[in-house]
C-alpha cells in the first residue's frame, strides 16, 4: 500500500468536474483506491462518494491506493488534485 496526503488549492475545492475526474482516472487502475478526510475513507472510483467528502479549498485529503498498479494511481491522482486551478 501507498499513501499521500495532498493539500487541495482550488478556490471552488472539489466539485462535480475535478471529482468526476478522479472518479474517471480511478477506472483506470485495477487497485484499490481510497480518499481519506478527518477519518471518512471513500472509495476513489466513486463520484458520488467523493462529492461525499466535501472537500474545500485548504483542506487535507489523503490517498491511499493498494493493490498491482496502486504507485501509478497515487501518481494520477496526485496530479489531478495539485493541477485543479
Known amino acids: 500500500m501507498v499513501s499521500q ?3 487541495v488549492n482550488s478556490a471552488l475545492g ?8 478522479l472518479a474517471e ?3 483506470r487502475y485495477n487497485c484499490t483506491i481510497r480518499l481519506i478526510r478527518n477519518g471518512k475513507a ?5 463520484l ?10 485548504g483542506y487535507d485529503v ?10 501509478e494511481a497515487l501518481d494520477a491522482f496526485v496530479k489531478i488534485l495539485t493541477d485543479l486551478d
Do not use: F
Open 5 to 7: 496526503t495532498v493539500t
Open 14 to 21: 472539489i466539485h462535480l468536474r475535478p471529482a468526476g475526474k
Open 25 to 27: 482516472e480511478g477506472m
Open 42 to 46: 471513500v472509495n476513489g472510483k466513486s
Open 48 to 57: 458520488l462518494s467523493i462529492l461525499s467528502l466535501g472537500i474545500k479549498n
Open 62 to 71: 489523503e490517498i491511499q491506493c493498494d493493490g498491482r498498479d496502486e504507485q
